[in-house]
């Protein structure tokens, strides 16, 4: 039974360019979560989808960033225009319901920003 | 104030030596108590959880929760060099948006 799969598991883009995240929950997950880590610092929220919704948006920034999880294929964590700061690590973690907030974790999506 | 506050680290102890995590939580609503641990460049992976208050074992670790003055700790007994990572408390709330919330974490050494 493989785990929640994420890739790239390194990225590194030029300031400007665009990021794509990519996160194959398990078998039989319906719920994801972002999160995004960055150094010396905890895990912080980004966004909870169930299949095509969004359920909860509420630590993602504002612009450039966008999540999505399609009837068919991965999670999607897109950046748009990508700039120093948004260097981190980038997890994903999938659930198979809402019960005791037990998440199963990726490897996580590690993004450097040049 | 933080939903979820958690000790600073880094801590280093030898081997054999008995060591204690912890976190305070603001939020009284709050459910689910969790341990996560993180070895370095990978993801989080669950420890323990609990929802009650109380002391709840899994063989050398043992999970506290202390809901009246809103603390929990993981004790970790007989520590091994393989306990050497980053620990990091969460709490959760169920309901509509649900989401799992993280202290800063803990980076423990074990020195054999």
């Known amino acids: 039974n493989a785990g929640v799969m994420q890739n790239p598991r390194h990225l590194v883009r030029r300031r400007g360019q665009e990021a794509r995240l990519r996160c194959s929950p398990m078998?039989?997950?319906?719920?994801v979560y972002w999160y995004r880590q960055l150094p010396e610092e905890g895990l912080k929220f980004m966004v909870y989808l169930q299949k095509e919704n969004i359920i909860d948006e509420s630590g993602m920034p504002k612009e450039r960033f966008s999540a999505e999880f399609p009837k068919e294929g991965p999670s999607i964590l897109r950046i748009q225009q990508v700039v120093r700061g948004d260097s981190a690590a980038y997890f994903c973690?999938?659930?198979?319901?809402?019960?005791?907030?037990?998440?199963?974790f990726g490897e996580g999506s590690r993004l450097t920003v040049l | 104030q933080k939903e979820v506050e958690q000790d600073p680290g880094p801590l280093s102890v030898p081997e054999g030596a008995i060591v204690s995590l912890n976190c305070t939580y603001s939020?009284?609503?709050?459910?689910?108590f969790m341990w996560y641990r993180q070895y370095s460049r990978k993801g989080p992976e669950l420890l323990m959880y609990t929802y009650s208050s109380g002391n709840k074992e899994d063989g050398r670790f043992t999970a506290q929760v202390d809901k009246s003055s809103k603390y929990i700790s993981l004790f970790i007994r007989d520590s091994q060099p393989s306990d050497s990572a980053t620990y990091l408390c969460a709490i959760f709330l169920t309901g509509a948006n649900s989401k799992l919330t993280f202290g800063k974490g803990i980076t423990l050494s074990v020195r054999p």
């Open positions: 939020n009284s609503a709050f459910q689910y």
């Open positions: 973690a999938s659930s198979p319901n809402l019960g005791a907030g037990e998440l199963f």
């Open positions: 078998k039989g997950h319906s719920h």
